[in-house]
Nanobody, 129 residues
């Protein structure tokens, strides 16, 4: 599976931005997917995750506490995941990367980078004050 992110850029504080991640190589219907970010001089952190789709309960999602209510993760297909970011703050500035876990358990979010199987190169998001 090859992951490619897009949609990053420069935005003013308080603005919005949507980043996308497309998986190619095979249909990722059994994948959980997530977004991570890494700011200069800081460790990579989990931002948001979305589970493999369950026919009973749909998708489960989870978020880093300080993005709850501002960011929304969604999928419109097995292979595309989005992160809608609103009310952006300068501290949201980072490289945002997506990750995918194959053969994921239903309802499980893989919020540890190394638990995933595939990773993208990332897209830069810069929030100016």
């Amino acid at each position: 599976v090859h992951l490619v992110e897009s949609g990053g850029g420069l935005v003013q504080a308080g603005g919005s931005l949507r980043v996308s991640c497309v998986a190619s190589g095979r249909t990722c219907s059994d994948c959980a997917m997530g977004w991570f970010r890494q700011a200069p001089g800081k460790e990579r952190e989990f931002v948001a995750g979305i589970s493999r789709r369950s026919s009973i309960s749909g998708y489960a999602t989870d978020y880093l506490d300080n993005v709850k209510g501002r960011f929304t993760i969604s999928r419109d297909s097995a292979n595309t995941v989005y992160l809608q970011m609103s009310s952006l703050k300068p501290e949201d500035t980072a490289v945002y990367s997506c990750a995918a876990k194959e053969r994921a358990h239903y309802g499980v979010i893989y919020s540890t980078w190394t638990l995933n199987d595939w990773w993208g190169q990332g897209t830069q998001v810069t929030v100016s004050s």
